[in-house]
């Protein structure tokens, strides 16, 4: 407990600092608006690809791209940058949307680039007129070949000489659908050797004759990410472009193109991605866990992905507190994950809850107390929060509690129960263990045990003391649920730094009990809903999978806090 009041006023102090001094992009937005350069307008978006659901790194982003709109009095759209008809879908779109809304981001405008096509095309023909663009008949391999390393320039296609005229007319035939998938692209005539890889002729259009989820048959040739985003900035006024590193070298191109057109221009700026140990943050590897099924889903609460941690039941504002946490910098850095589970704990241990529920359950049978007889014990519904109230849970001569709160011979250190080794049931009265019975096997299959009437609330009148409460449910009343444990989903802390990720893997990452129980009261527990049980951990219930009546439970975090462990190693 200390530690975390330590943790918080750590927090404190460096929200503090960080006040004080605006980081690099609100530095430039100010200097921005200080110079008239936009006219004090801020303007910003965020640019997704609809080819897969929204993992925790996008919201670093989306944090940033709204964070940076809202503090300047400015706005943030959401833009879907669909130029990849083969690997988006609808499915994605609205689950980006619904990302979002989940996380509490409210976009200003929802647009979408396949918008702009019609525009991006004649903007391309202007360039074919200024002599700017050219249609290329490179294989795709000769077009590696030609176009050279890092440390050797690249040769000239002999396709890049052609003609105005014929450029204006292949490129409308590729238009029109005259030419085969790959046989022909645009590309930029820019500078074959410069020392920027993405200038030398880049790619402005390749031919695909693949239905898109908006345009549908419309067109087959399709826009580069390049030549499709930051005209599609200007277009919609985007003032500050922010986007991740690997962006970088992108940005000359990003001006180039914008400078040769003579439009609006808006300025682009990049920022750190998020990185976070076990945990891979790429749709690319994310979509390949769930085509092998090496997950259940994109929502498999093991997933790094926003429907994922929403299935585990992480709050949405852990997520927001921890990205915010991670901050914007220029240079990559690898958060740890234990951090991101110090911002679920203290969130849920704010707002979950507590019921008890036993995992492991063993039967405990009360022998001095009256069969039959059923006493409602007051509990407390959330110490945290005195306005959650209180509940009443069922006592009665038939118990149930987890197996690991019982040792036949206790270690010196154990004070729970044990034969002849008097324990506290949370709520309810001190119990001493009398006889351990086992089947035939030598297993222990049930517990007896003597309660004392007089320490009814879990005070002795005599003064009395015990070291150990324990969770406790009565038999006759708990409910049967199903527990679902998850660990890690990489066991390695650097996965990315596997060449076949799937060695990375925790093989014990799911670990499924199908013989948990609860309290009565969760009969009815809604989808979603996060309970401490307590001493336990955190659970949810799942959304996918649970019954009317018969929940299921996603364990969304145990209790303990690592946090101590972090800052020594930090
Ligand atoms: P992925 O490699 O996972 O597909 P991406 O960059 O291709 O990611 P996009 O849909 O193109 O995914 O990303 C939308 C925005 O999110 C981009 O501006 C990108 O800079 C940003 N983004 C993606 N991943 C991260 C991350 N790990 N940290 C910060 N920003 C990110
Ligand atoms: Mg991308």
């Given amino acids: ?23 690099f992009i609100r530095s430039a937005v100010a200097e921005d608006n200080a110079s008239g350069r936009f006219g004090g307008r801020v303007q910003t978006r965020f640019p997704p690809e609809p080819n897969g659901y929204l993992h925790i790194g996008h919201v670093k982003a989306i944090a940033i791209d709204f964070g940076v709109a809202e503090d300047f009095g400015g706005i943030c759209n959401l833009r879907f940058d669909d130029t990849n008809p083969e690997k988006e879908e609808q499915e994605y779109v609205d689950g980006q949307i619904a990302d979002m809304k989940w996380l509490g981001f409210e976009p200003a405008n929802i647009y979408y680039a396949s918008d702009y096509f019609d525009q991006l095309y004649e903007w391309a023909v202007e360039l074919i007129s200024q002599g700017k663009a050219y249609v290329d008949d490179l294989s795709a391999e000769e077009m590696r070949e030609y176009r050279g390393t890092l440390t050797e320039p690249g040769r000239n296609s002999p396709y890049r000489d052609r003609s105005v005229e014929e450029n204006l007319d292949l490129f409308a035939r590729m238009k029109a659908g005259e030419f085969p998938d790959g046989s022909r692209v645009l590309r930029a005539k820019i500078d074959m050797s410069s020392g920027n890889l993405n200038l030398r002729d880049p790619a402005m259009y390749r031919i695909r004759h693949a239905e898109h989820q908006r345009t549908g048959n419309k067109w087959c040739i399709y826009p580069m990410y390049d030549w499709a985003h930051g005209q599609s900035d200007s277009i919609e006024g985007v003032t500050h472009s922010l986007c991740s590193l690997e962006y970088e070298d992108h940005r000359p191109l990003y001006d180039w193109y914008l400078e040769q057109l003579g439009v609006y221009h808006p300025r682009q700026i990049e920022f750190a991605r998020l990185f976070i140990t076990h945990t891979l943050l790429s749709k690319r590897v994310l979509i390949r866990l769930v085509n092998d099924g090496l997950v259940s889903g994109w929502d498999d609460p093991r997933m790094p992905t926003v429907v994922g941690m929403r299935r585990r039941g992480v ?13 914007v910098s220029k240079t990559n850095s690898t958060a740890d994950i234990a951090l991101l589970d110090f911002y679920i704990r203290q969130e849920l241990n704010r707002t979950a809850p507590r019921v008890m529920g036993v995992l492991d359950p063993i039967k405990v049978v009360i022998t001095n107390y009256p069969a039959g007889q059923v006493e409602w014990l007051e509990a407390i519904n959330n110490p945290e929060d005195e306005s959650a109230g209180t509940r009443q849970v069922p006592f009665s001569d038939e118990l149930f509690i987890d197996r690991d709160d019982f040792q036949e011979v206790p270690h010196r250190k154990f004070f729970r129960l044990a034969p002849g080794q008097e324990v506290r049931l949370r709520y309810g009265y001190f119990i001493t263990c009398t006889d351990v019975v086992k089947n035939e096997s030598g297993e222990i299959v049930e517990l007896h045990c003597t309660y004392d009437p007089e320490t009814k609330g879990g005070y002795a009148p005599d003064g009395r003391r015990v070291k150990g409460t324990i969770h406790w449910l009565s038999a006759a009343h708990a409910l049967d649920v199903e527990v679902r444990m998850y660990d890690r989903l990489f066991a390695a802390e650097d996965p990315g730094s596997y060449d076949d990720f799937s060695q990375a893997l925790n093989p014990n990452s799911l670990e499924i009990l199908p013989a948990a129980k609860v309290e009565p009261s969760l009969t009815s527990a809604e989808q979603g809903t996060v309970y401490q049980f307590e001493r336990k951990g955190y659970f949810c219930v799942d959304s996918k999978d649970s019954r009317p009546g018969a929940p299921i439970f996603n364990q969304t975090i145990g209790l303990r806090d690592s946090w101590a462990k972090i800052q020594g190693k930090g």
Wanted: hydrophobic share 40%; glycine share 6%.
């Fill in 315 to 327: 709050p949405a504002a852990a997520i927001r507190e921890f990205v915010d946490r991670a901050g």
């Fill in 1 to 23: 407990m200390d530690s975390s009041v330590d943790v918080k006023n750590g927090v404190r102090e460096r929200d503090e600092e960080a006040a004080e001094s605006l980081d």
